[in-house]
Every structure is written in structure tokens, then in C-alpha cells.
């Protein structure tokens, strides 16, 4: 039986597991009988099954826009974008924002993507920038709790999950993610569109100029009358932009 240590010094020890080594005990002893005779013969076994070949997965791209294509109504395309698995900002995020308000609204708004509170809530535009957004378009007339169509909106975004610590969407993601936009879209099929800020209105409308430049303008994404705006939060930053902003609504208000 082996003498117990703690009567030992340090050196004592290690003078005793250098002298074990030195005998040729380099390994652990374990807690369960190791046949190592059985364990040389597997070794020596050729393997019988071949081993299993890799298939790749098909392109994330294409896998989107079936995905998307499949889907039939607004319902059906929620629930594939609930179950795609592509994009890794869904592994963050604690809910899919899908839409809120009306989707017979004939203006269909398309923010960025969900922050902390719209990921809590699985809404979109439901903190600080998305009181802001109500309080904007009720001075228009139009709500997303209106049950009249003419009045009523309908919001989404681009990004259905909330990018970690609110960074901004990379362009891969927004790419990977707007086969589901585009259908989105067709299926709401609102009469204009209204994007909120640079992401939303740079990948609608695939150009690298920024919503400066393109505010102020009508432009079209497949036919449809498109007005790109500030993002409220650049409101919320920079109040003198609501100028602007407040004649973008009066031109949405003119062309309904
Ligand atoms: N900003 C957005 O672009 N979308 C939201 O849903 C909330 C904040």
C-alpha cells in the first residue's frame, strides 16, 4: 500500500515521482481496467465501413430565396424565416421581429433591424426611435393600430433578429436576409413604401449612396413608389434633421 504523502516535504514529492518516472511509470493510473492487449489488436483491425462522404449543404443564397418563394402568404413566410437557420444573428437574438400593425396598409414601412427592446417584444419599432416613428405618422394620419387600410401601417425591417449590442447590420446579413424582404413585400403588396435610414434604403434600392443624398425623392423598388427617410434614432441624435423629415411626410402625405 502506498505510504500516505502529507508526512512529506515538496521536495520529498517530487524526488519520489521523478525516481517513479525514472522507472518508467510516465502514466496515470485509471479508475477502470484497460485491456491494452484488445486495444493493440483494434488497432491492427483494418477498418470494414468506408468512411462516411461529406455533402456540402446547398448555398445559403439559393436556400433563401426558395425559402422565400415558397411561402404563399404572410403567415407561411414568418414562419420559414422562424425556421431558417442561416444567418447566425438568429443565435443571439431572444425573438424573430417579423411586422406589427396592419398588412393590408397601403404604406408598408421597412426600418433596419430590431434593437433591445423590439428583440424583448418580438415588435419592431417599439422603443424610444419607434415612439418617435408613431408620433411622425400620426401627425399624418396614419397608425399602426388604424383597422382602415387608408390609414393604417404596417412595419418590418430588414433584419429580423437584433444584431448583437445594436451594431450595425453587415452587408452580408442584410444580403442573406433580403430574398425574405423582397418577398415580404410582394406578399403585403402596399401601395408605397417607406424605408427608415441607410440600411433599408440602400439595400431596397441597391446603390452604395447614402440616405442623404437620397431623401427628399420618390424612387421605386419592383414598381413600387419607395421614399427613403432619416432613421428616427438620427432624429432622436440630430433634431435639426426633423425639417427634413417633416417635409419627406408631407410629400408621403401628398402622394396618398
Ligand atoms: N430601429 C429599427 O430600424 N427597427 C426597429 O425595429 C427598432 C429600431
Known amino acids: 500500500m502506498a505510504e500516505p504523502l502529507d508526512h512529506m516535504t515538496h521536495e520529498e514529492a517530487l524526488a ?84 406589427d400593425g396592419h398588412p393590408g396598409a397601403r404604406v408598408m414601412i421597412v426600418g433596419e433591424a430590431p434593437g433591445r427592446d423590439e428583440d424583448s417584444q418580438g415588435r419592431p419599432f417599439v422603443g424610444r426611435s419607434g415612439q418617435l416613428l408613431d408620433r411622425m405618422f400620426q401627425a399624418i394620419g396614419l397608425s399602426r393600430t388604424a383597422e382602415d387600410p387608408a390609414q393604417a401601417l404596417y412595419i418590418t425591417n430588414a433584419l429580423p433578429w437584433r444584431p448583437p449590442q445594436n451594431r450595425d447590420p453587415s452587408s452580408d446579413e442584410l444580403a442573406m436576409m433580403m430574398p425574405f424582404l423582397k418577398r415580404h413585400i410582394a406578399l403585403a403588396a402596399p401601395q408605397v413604401l417607406v424605408t427608415m435610414g441607410n440600411a433599408a434604403t440602400k439595400s431596397l434600392l441597391q446603390t452604395s449612396t447614402g440616405i442623404t443624398r437620397l431623401r427628399g425623392q420618390w424612387h421605386a423598388f419592383d414598381a413600387v413608389p419607395l421614399l427613403p427617410m432619416f432613421h428616427p434614432a438620427a432624429l432622436l441624435r440630430d433634431p435639426l434633421k426633423k425639417r427634413q423629415a417633416w417635409a419627406d411626410l408631407l410629400a408621403l402625405k401628398a402622394r396618398l
Request: proline share 8%; net charge negative.
Open 16 to 99: 519520489a515521482l521523478t525516481w517513479q518516472l525514472e522507472l518508467g511509470a510516465d502514466e496515470a493510473i485509471l479508475e477502470a481496467p484497460l485491456d491494452r492487449y484488445a486495444e493493440a489488436a483494434a488497432a491492427r483491425k483494418p477498418a470494414t465501413k468506408p468512411a462516411p462522404v461529406a455533402i456540402a449543404p446547398p448555398p445559403v443564397e439559393a436556400g433563401t430565396e426558395a425559402l422565400a418563394a415558397a411561402a404563399a402568404d404572410l403567415d407561411q413566410l414568418r414562419a420559414a424565416i422562424d425556421v431558417f437557420e442561416g444567418c447566425a444573428l438568429k443565435k443571439g437574438a431572444r425573438n424573430l421581429v417579423f411586422a
